[in-house]
């Protein structure tokens, strides 16, 4: 049967699968197996960049006469290799709850000091640039202005999702409320999005306008500097802090720094070239980073966007289930791998064949520590495990590709 991951899931593991010899297929392809029949067939070249303490790490800079697609090919194979050896370690009877929720709860402290850091900064911030743009009376500071300004407004948009996914009513949301980290981050997104367009046309609009602004005093260039200065060291600093995240709204804010530090460089280069210069390099300035705020964030919104509509996940990860189901105990072949997103994290759904005269106790324990192992990968939210005796008849679901029914 044809799985949606058979691209990439229905590998030499699965035809190996077929022959019935379950014991001997899976000593065969464990993962230093498969290692060891890997390493004995790399070539010259590929093997003068490995790691000699560590089996899993190759450095491409030292491999000769390859192509950049033959790297890229041996260095995912290597991560392959790892992934499965990683999956080998998962124990499902393993119950780190208490451990995982005490570090889950330390994770969540630092991320909201982290928002909480971000928001009292952007409010510091705005204020000073308000300053700025009144003294300077220049349209790419005022560009920059008008981004910390929706700066709070998207950082309290981020902070309330945030919020709302920790309160969950298991009633109303039975599988918690996940998805609303992406739908944030694509409102936060937006309005950036927005905010560039509308800096956009105000800038056009100055230059076919051909209007010189006034020329600012020593006065007034000795606070530009220091209030824009000041404010780019800080999102700097707030950007390295950030980034080292894995929570994506907290990532979210990283990125907003690192575009707050681009438009503060560029927005007080043009202001200062516009007033010594050619009046015209401010809002070409602004321009140029309306551009740039609307490519930015345009991109997140579709990225964003895709992970709520139910997109596939890579071949790698497909190879990674299915190594995992494949090795679990008794399953005697694979019939479908699936994996997509739903939110931040991937839904698994894996149908696998047992023997038909299997007692259901024996099979409901084998289908549920499956479960159990594929939900310990930090990638998934949930799996699916679909027992069958065979693999000849047609997939259990058909995509669905009519319209909802909207009548009442």
Not at 172 to 201: H, N
Request: charge should be negative; glycine fraction near 4%.
């Amino acid at each position: 049967m044809e799985g949606e991951s058979n691209s990439g899931a229905r590998s030499a593991l699965l035809t190996k699968s077929e022959s019935g010899k379950r014991g001997r297929f899976a000593r065969r392809n464990s993962v230093n197996s498969l290692r060891n029949d890997f390493m004995l067939r790399l070539p010259d070249k590929v093997r003068a960049g490995l790691d000699s303490e560590s089996p899993y790490d190759i450095d491409v800079s030292k491999t000769k006469g390859l192509t950049s697609g033959v790297k890229e090919y041996y260095k995912t194979q290597f991560e392959t290799l790892k992934a499965f050896e990683e999956v080998d370690a998962i124990d499902p009877s393993e119950s780190t709850d208490c451990e995982d929720d005490e570090y889950e709860d330390e994770e969540q402290i630092q991320n909201e000091r982290a928002m909480m850091v971000s928001n009292y900064a952007n409010v510091i911030l705005l204020a000073f640039k308000l300053y700025a743009t009144i003294r300077s009376g220049s349209i790419a500071i005022a560009a920059s202005t008008l981004d910390s300004l929706l700066d709070l407004m998207a950082g309290g948009i981020l902070w309330f999702t945030h919020m709302s996914m920790k309160s969950t009513n298991i009633y109303k949301y039975p599988i918690g409320k996940l998805r609303i980290q992406p739908v944030g981050i694509v409102i936060f997104a937006a309005v950036m999005a927005t905010l560039g367009f509308q800096v956009l046309i105000q800038a056009v609009q100055q230059l076919i306008a051909n209007e010189p602004s006034e020329k600012m005093s020593s006065e007034e260039l000795l606070w530009l500097y220091t209030i824009m200065l000041t404010a780019t060291f800080v999102k700097l600093a707030l950007w390295l802090y950030c980034r080292t995240s894995s929570n994506k709204i907290v990532q979210a804010y990283a990125e907003d720094h690192y575009f707050d530090v681009v438009t503060n460089v560029v927005g007080l280069l043009a202001a200062v070239l516009g007033d010594k210069y050619y009046w015209w390099l401010d809002p070409a300035g602004a321009v140029v980073l309306a551009i740039y705020t609307i490519t930015n964030w345009s991109g997140t919104v579709m990225e964003n966007a895709a992970s709520l509509v139910g997109q596939a996940a890579p071949p790698e990860f497909l190879q990674k289930l299915t190594y995992l189901a494949i090795r679990h105990p008794r399953v005697e072949r694979i019939d479908t791998v699936r994996a997509y997103t739903f939110g931040v994290l991937y839904f698994v759904e894996v149908d696998i064949e047992l023997p038909e005269d299997l007692p259901l106790k024996e099979a409901h324990h084998i289908g549920e520590t499956l479960q159990i192992k594929i939900e310990k990968l930090e990638e998934v939210e949930r799996a699916f495990v679909h027992l069958d005796f065979e693999c000849e008849h047609k997939p259990e679901h058909s995509v669905l590709i009519r319209l909802p029914n909207t009548k009442d």
